[in-house]
């Protein structure tokens, strides 16, 4: 992710194609009657015929004969419209690629007739392919005319490597081939599986197609399947890993709106205490951290900077808008509320993303695009000196960032997230975890088989990564996003557990959807397939065998991409700073007063601006069809 059933896939490949499959090729019934005879060769309703009449009766030879010569014309009329439709959808798709792809298709390597002729005819195989890739710089796994996508430059190496032969170069579908789960823009997979036919005589096939591909994208293994396998229908359930930074289970700063309500709303309920002892360690952090990181830096400043820092950092924080902002703006019904991908804007409130470097000469004429000149000396653009108030703006909300990157969480703390995951196991109604899913749809049940956390976390850099992993058998879109940060919320908030089981009932709440940089599809399961494999004395489909090159794949490829991206942009810092401030009562489910606290998800509520960046119906990442 990462999928879900609102978005079916198909089992071909007609949904990257813009053009509908052709019709299967088909002849008219040979279906037997009781009495042994060919109805399709019958002329009457019953398929009985006079067995005695030679003349032209129904059942006569003359009349057979005109039966015949009637099924042959229309048989004939059959295969003049077959290849009539034929004809249109190819020229359909040349049409899309001329217009739309300017006349090139990642779906289509064309060959030369005398090519194909020269390469000869081999056998394909029905194969499960097992694959790993870092999404970064692709437009998704799935294979389309005009954009850059990881099946695309598969594709494109298989033919290289001789796997697909040069006359099914010029369309995915002639070979079959079906992905197990499809993921999004950027979404990386340490495993998933291509069905497909191929050919594999060559003992170094793997070899020869990992050599045309990047090292992003590996081929783990390619093995012969049954031939009725489909990567897609034949997945009993998948693994996904979430990552995240530990300082996700810090508390609400306690002057930002969430902190304020939850302190609020304790004193009202009686329960303060109860909140701060669940907040273990942490529940004197911001203390400590305004003492010692962010005083001695306003102590540092000039009285008239330090006012005018204050005030611009309160001004910010003024631009959030509340609850009746919201209200005088909607004009019109908006979508229901979700979490979108990660924001791109800067932050409304303190601690904020780090000001991007300016680019040097060279990366301007990167982003300039080809062809362009390097600008006049004299018309160089000096970068603008910042003023001692920006300077000291930018001071402060960099302590915020790298306190929260020196944190490390505790057992107990990763003990209390464990405790709020175990909640998930078993088969629940997940209504409130996707979109547009009410209550009474049987298909919101799903089965989660397994949620742990990895209680060694993950040192990079200066900061502290947790890596969770969820089994089920099939997920609804932004299902996992959404129960991560349901889970964290309850934690870094100090709420009652007992939050996650009333979520499974009927009333709609709003749950925000952690950042998808974390999300990472880690396997899927063939239990079933398997079984039937080893029957019929096949190999079975289990990414077990290549642990030790998928893990190293991971660290260098995935995980070092994951991070760099959060060093750069600050995706986690930013989700939870939105979250925190944005003055709504959304997310008041996490205080002492509960559901009750935040108003019921409605279609009609318009979108916060603050939040237009983590609010949306916006695809999860990973998408799929689960059993």
């Not at 032969?165 to 499809?182: F, H, Q």
């Not at 400043?301 to 820092?309: C, F, G, I, Y």
């Not at 108030?389 to 960032?401: F, M, N, P, S």
């Not at 900061?463 to 919320?489: C, D, N, P």
Request: aromatic share 6%.
């Amino acid at each position: 992710m990462a999928g879900d059933e609102q978005h079916p896939e198909p089992s071909n490949m007609a949904a990257s194609d813009p053009v509908a499959a052709a019709p299967a090729d088909s002849t008219p019934s040979n279906e037997q009657t009781p009495d042994g005879t060919n109805s399709a060769s019958n002329g009457d309703a019953g398929g009985k015929r006079d067995r005695g009449s030679d003349g032209g009766g129904r059942g006569g030879k003359r009349g057979r004969k005109g039966n015949d010569k009637q099924a042959s014309g229309k048989k004939n009329e059959f295969l003049d419209r077959r290849q009539e439709m034929h004809d249109k959808r190819e020229a359909k798709r040349r049409k899309v690629i001329d217009g739309e792809s300017e006349g090139s298709s990642f779906m289509r390597i064309p060959f030369t007739s005398d090519e194909i002729a020269a390469e000869g005819r081999r056998p394909k195989r029905k194969v499960a392919m097992l694959i790993g890739y870092a999404g970064t710089g692709y437009h998704g796994l799935q294979i389309n005319h005009k954009e850059k996508t990881i099946e695309g430059d598969i594709f494109a190496a298989l033919v290289a490597a001789g796997g697909i032969a040069k006359a099914n170069a010029d369309d995915p579908k002639k070979s079959s081939l079906i992905r197990c789960a499809r993921t999004d823009k950027g979404v990386h997979a340490a495993g998933n599986v291509l069905s497909l036919k191929m050919i594999v005589e060559e003992p170094d096939i793997v070899q020869k197609i990992n050599a045309n591909l990047p090292d992003q994208i590996r081929v783990w293994g390619i093995q012969r399947t049954l031939g009725s396998f489909s990567a897609y229908q034949e997945c009993d359930s998948r693994w996904y890993e979430y990552l995240m930074p530990s300082y996700a289970l810090l508390p609400p700063h306690p002057e930002s709106y969430l902190g304020k309500k939850i302190t609020e709303y304790a004193k009202a309920k009686g329960v303060e205490e109860e909140y701060l002892e669940r907040r273990d360690e942490t529940r004197d952090f911001w203390d400590v951290v305004e003492e010692n990181e962010i005083k001695p830096i306003f102590d540092r400043m000039a009285p008239e900077v330090r006012a005018e820092v204050l005030r611009r950092l309160k001004e910010e924080e003024e631009q959030l808008l509340n609850e009746e902002d919201i209200e005088k703006k909607a004009q019109k019904p908006a979508a229901d509320v979700e979490m979108q991908d990660a924001p791109t804007e800067e932050p409304a409130t303190e601690p904020a993303v780090e000001p991007v470097a300016q680019p040097a000469p060279s990366d301007e004429l990167a982003l300039m695009g080809d062809g362009a000149q390097a600008p006049d000396e004299a018309q160089k653009k000096k970068p603008r000196q910042l003023s001692p108030v920006e300077l000291g703006i930018r001071e402060v909300k960099a302590a915020y960032v790298a306190a929260k990157r020196r944190y490390r969480a505790t057992p107990a703390r990763l003990e209390r997230l464990q405790e709020a995951l175990n909640l998930y196991l078993g088969t629940h109604n997940f209504h409130n975890y996707t979109i547009l899913k009410r209550f009474s749809d049987p298909s919101a049940k799903r089965h989660i088989k397994s949620f742990k956390l990895n209680r060694t976390p993950i040192m990079i850099n200066d900061t502290e990564w947790i890596s969770l992993k969820i089994h089920g058998q099939s997920f609804m879109m932004h299902q996992i996003r959404k129960m991560v940060a349901m889970a964290v919320m309850i934690v870094r908030s100090g709420t009652p557990n007992e939050i996650i089981s009333q979520s499974y009932e009927s009333r709609r709440i709003s749950i925000p959807k952690a950042p998808g940089l974390g999300l990472l599809l880690e396997r899927p399961v063939f239990e079933m397939y398997n079984k039937k494999a080893a029957g019929a004395d096949r190999e079975l489909i289990d990414f077990d065998k290549y642990d030790e090159e998928i893990q190293k794949f991971k660290d260098d490829h995935i995980y070092k991409r994951m991070f760099d991206l959060e060093e750069k942009e600050n995706s986690f810092h930013l989700f939870f700073n939105q979250v925190d401030n944005t003055r709504t009562d959304y997310f008041l489910w996490v205080t002492a007063g509960g559901f009750e606290a935040s108003p019921e998800r409605s279609d009609r509520i318009k979108i916060p601006k603050a939040l237009e960046n983590e609010l949306g119906d916006e695809p999860d990442g990973v998408q799929e069809v689960g059993s």
